[in-house]
């Protein structure tokens, strides 16, 4: 697995040897996905939903009794296979270190050379963020056009107002494909499809959701600090709308005062530097601020079936 992890050398053989032990499950025919559940509408419903976030809450304070079944690891050089048993599958969180650090985009993406090189392309982005506390739920009333020199002399005066994100990648495809050439492939996890970029200034801030994706981040330009929490907090999250905790910041005072239950959740706390990948389960709660002008991109074409969001319960 990792050189960084010594405490886990014998993780990877460990999980193979189970595995071969297990190779007979293999050849089974996939489950069929379940249908959503019906809503809680009985005094009964809702008992048994509180009963599901007991054990989830049991369960986690379980895995706390052994560093190979909890906690943040970091890897480097981690092979797709050890990936796919030790992270992708039990839907853990790992921390790649200098996986990408090789692609030339480490060394060229500065604001000037991104301007240089998109120059005056139409772009969208997502803008006036600094008047609303809800843009992200509310995106598209947040999608901005401008040309591409000018959305980054917004960035570069760095605050949360404008950001170049995910939720803007089908209309940017075409205008940013020169960048396209400054990337690498990540054969270990990925197919060759193409990653959804984020530009912004030091300051962006995202706020505390989950995915319906797993996802991973690949970080090229400035660091993020990044807050991961388990599915298993949830009940401590105030998570009203689609996948959003009203919560939104954990580290802000005010808003733990409006939502005391959140003030000891079990989180993670991640830096994420260029040359990095995350890898974010499906249903892990995150956060992320920028602490300089960043740039980053997005996976979620892994070789692995990445499924959920088509029977979300949206509500
Ligand atoms: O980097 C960010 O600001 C947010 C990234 C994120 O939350 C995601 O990819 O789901």
Do not use: C
């Not at 706020?207 to 319906?212: E, G």
């Amino acid at each position: 697995m990792s050189k960084n992890m010594p405490s886990l050398p014998t993780q990877a053989d460990d999980m193979r040897m189970q595995m071969a032990l297990r190779q007979i499950d293999f050849g089974a025919a996939p489950r069929p996905v379940a249908p959503p559940p019906a809503p809680a509408q009985t005094p009964q419903d809702r008992l048994a939903l509180k009963r599901q976030d007991w054990l989830m809450e049991v369960q986690e304070r379980q895995r706390a009794l052994s560093p190979y079944a909890s906690g943040l690891l970091t890897a480097e050089n981690l092979s797709g296979e050890d990936f796919l048993h030790s992270f992708y599958a039990p839907g853990r969180p790992v921390l790649i270190k200098g996986a990408i650090a090789h692609w030339p985009a480490l060394a060229r993406w500065t604001p000037d050379y991104l301007a240089e090189t998109i120059g005056e392309a139409q772009i969208e982005y997502q803008g006036g963020r600094s008047r609303a506390q809800d843009y992200e739920l509310k995106k598209d009333k947040h999608r901005k056009r401008a040309p591409f020199r000018q959305f980054i002399a917004l960035a570069r005066k760095g605050g949360n107002d404008a950001y170049l994100t995910a939720s803007n990648s089908a209309a940017n495809g075409a205008a940013l494909a020169p960048l396209e050439a400054d990337l690498g492939p990540i054969d270990a996890y990925l197919t060759r499809a193409p990653g959804m970029v984020w530009i912004g200034g030091e300051g962006t801030f995202t706020p505390l959701h989950f995915d319906l994706t797993n996802n991973l981040l690949a970080q090229v330009t400035g660091t993020k600090r990044v807050i991961l929490l388990p599915p298993s907090q949830t009940r401590r999250l105030a998570h009203r709308s689609h996948v959003f905790s009203e919560v939104r910041d954990v580290t802000d005072e005010a808003r733990l005062t409006l939502h005391p239950q959140a003030r000891d959740v079990l989180r993670y706390d991640v830096l994420l530097t260029p040359g990095d990948l995350l890898f974010i389960p499906i249903g892990w709660w995150h956060q992320v601020r920028s602490e300089s002008f960043s740039t980053m991109l997005t996976y979620t074409n892994f070789h692995w079936p990445n499924v959920g969001h088509e029977n979300y319960p949206a509500g």
